[in-house]
């Protein structure tokens, strides 16, 4: 069964850092876009950031660019999220996402993490 597995939430003090770590199990996703999105209360998932699987090419969300980097890192077969700069409006269920796509949209995304929490106390 392919999955993929997100660690690093948890909860941090606005102006802090976190990062976010993501890898499959079950197989290897080396040939995959992967991308971050998340979820906050009451609200839909959105976008955050994205990587080709060359890690040439990265996407953000303008909400996180500046503060946020996505990387990977093939030869361990994970990609990473580093959040700086954390604002109370980053608090969400963040979830990591491969496709064979390249895009923004949570339904060009094939595979899916079950999400780890972040919160940002004010």
């Known amino acids: 069964q392919v999955q993929l597995v997100e660690s690093g939430g948890g909860l941090v003090q606005a102006g802090g850092s976190l990062r976010l770590s993501c890898a499959p199990s079950g197989r290897t996703f080396r040939s995959y876009a992967m991308g971050w999105f998340r979820q906050a209360p009451g609200k839909e998932r959105e976008f955050v950031a994205s990587i080709t699987w060359s890690g040439v090419t990265t996407y953000y969300v303008d909400s996180v660019k500046g503060r946020f980097a996505i990387s990977r890192d093939n030869a361990q077969n994970t990609v990473y999220l580093q959040m700086n700069s954390l604002k109370p409006e980053d608090t969400a269920i963040y979830y990591c996402?491969?496709?064979?796509?390249?895009?923004?949209?949570?339904?060009?995304?094939?595979?899916w993490g079950q999400g780890t929490q972040v919160t940002v106390s004010s």
């Open positions: 996402a491969a496709t064979t796509a390249w895009g923004t949209s949570e339904y060009e995304y094939d595979y």
